[in-house]
Nanobody, 125 residues
């Protein structure tokens, strides 16, 4: 078992930016893909972005966030980031990071995923 701790959520106006962080246990990023999911009230959890465990860190994005969100990682800090720009009210949700052994990384929940506790992102004027 390992830790996944999200932070960086908050209230932001439309068009604003936030950077989410997901801190993992040591060496997790060498083996596990990290995916960001989000869940809005009354909606199903949806995949937002993911980064694979390979050296190149292959990434993938949901169509709804392409060009606005960027996923990255810092292995030295055991951290994965989700930079979110040009935020829209529709981005309002609880954001979760999750780890699993899929390669390449996936944007759908799997039985192998381990989850963080989530961080709230609210986009509103």
């Amino acid at each position: 078992q390992f830790q996944l701790v999200e932070s960086g959520g908050g209230l932001v106006q439309p068009g604003g930016s936030l950077r989410l962080s997901c801190v993992t246990s040591a060496n997790t990023l060498d083996r596990y893909a990290i995916s960001w999911f989000r869940q809005a009230p009354g909606k199903e959890r949806e995949g937002v972005s993911c980064i694979s465990s390979n050296n190149g860190g292959t990434t993938n994005y949901a169509d709804s966030v392409k060009g606005r969100f960027t996923i990255s990682r810092d292995k030295a800090k055991n951290t994965v980031y989700l930079q979110m720009n040009n935020l829209e009210p529709e981005d309002t949700a609880v954001y979760y990071c999750a780890a699993d052994l899929s390669f390449p990384c996936v944007l759908h929940p799997t039985r192998g995923h381990s989850w963080g506790q989530g961080t709230q992102v609210t986009v509103s004027s």
